[in-house]
Every structure is written in C-alpha cells, then in structure tokens.
C-alpha cells in the first residue's frame, strides 16, 4: 500500500468539520493554511508554530475557514471506515448463525429430544460467538477501512495541492 503523505486530521479539526456538518458551528476559526488544523492567536504575534504540521505560520498563512473540499475528504474517509467496519462485524455476526445452525443440524436428535435446553444452548452459542465474531472481523475490517480509507485521502490530498 501506498505511504500516506498527507497530514491525517486533528482531532479539533474533526470535531469542527463534524460540528459544522451538524449545524452546531459556523465554519469560521483562524486555521493553519497547510494542515487546516484550527488554532488560537497569542497576544497578536506574527509567528506561531503548527502543534498539528510543526510547520511556523505567519500571520499571512493563516485561513479563516475550512474549505469545502477538505469538509468532504473527512466525510469520505470516515464513510469508507464505517462501511468496512459494519460489513465486516456482520460478516461475523452471519458466521456465528451459520455455525448456530449448523451445529443444530448436525445434532438434531439432541435438539429433538430436549426442546428447551436445545433453544437455551444455540441462543446462548449465537448470543456469545455472535458478539465475539462481530468484533474480531469488525477489528479486522476497521485496519482494512482505515487503509483504504487514507490510500483514498492520500490520493485526494494529491489532488488537493495540484489544484492549489
């Protein structure tokens, strides 16, 4: 895969993109004009450094809000980790009733025999492997969203600074 080159978002900067989408906040702010990470000016200095870039901002390299493009990259990123993750915790959740059933085919005299105690044990096999496997494919599907996920905001960050 490829090596990202593109700053990842802040925390800030997700939270003010995701409050903005939300209605919550105006997009307005003093942010760095490299990483877009959002930041306060001190007692009118000319010169402050990134936390986010670690890049020195002049008072000139400075934008007072997020642009649109930016807002949707973050909101692309987020939607390809969500769909890998859901997918994937299904993906688990389907295993663990094949396997539920699958168990109860193979072992229908038991079940035939003892109705309840059958219907207890495969609620309780489906209730637990259900949760187990919804999470550890869901784990898998998050690593696997997340690459995706910043291969796809690499590749639109590129595009970002030729534009610019």
């Not at 000139?60 to 390809?80: A, G």
């Not at 309780?124 to 550890?136: D, K, Q, S």
């Not at 898998?140 to 996920?149: E, H």
Request: one cysteine or more; charged letters at 25%.
């Amino acid at each position: 895969m490829n090596r990202p080159t593109c700053p990842l978002f802040s925390k800030e900067l997700e939270l003010h993109i995701l409050e903005v989408k939300k209605g919550n906040r105006p997009n307005i702010g003093t942010f760095c004009k490299h990483c877009f990470h959002p930041f306060k000016i001190k007692n009118n200095t000319q010169v402050t450094n990134c936390k986010q870039c670690k890049k020195e901002i002049k008072s000139n390299e400075i934008t007072t809000e997020v642009p649109r493009e930016i807002c949707l990259m973050l909101l692309e990123v987020r939607k390809i980790e969500r769909t890998y993750v859901i997918s994937f915790a299904f993906l688990g959740i389907f295993l663990s009733l094949l396997t539920g059933f699958s168990f109860l085919g193979l072992n229908f005299q038991f079940f035939e025999k003892n109705e309840i105690i059958g219907i207890i044990i495969l609620f309780a096999y489906i209730l637990v492997t259900g949760r187990l496997l919804a999470n550890f494919f869901g784990g898998i599907g998050d690593k696997i969203g997340y690459l995706k996920a910043r291969n796809k905001l690499n590749e639109q960050w590129q595009q970002w600074i030729k534009k610019k």
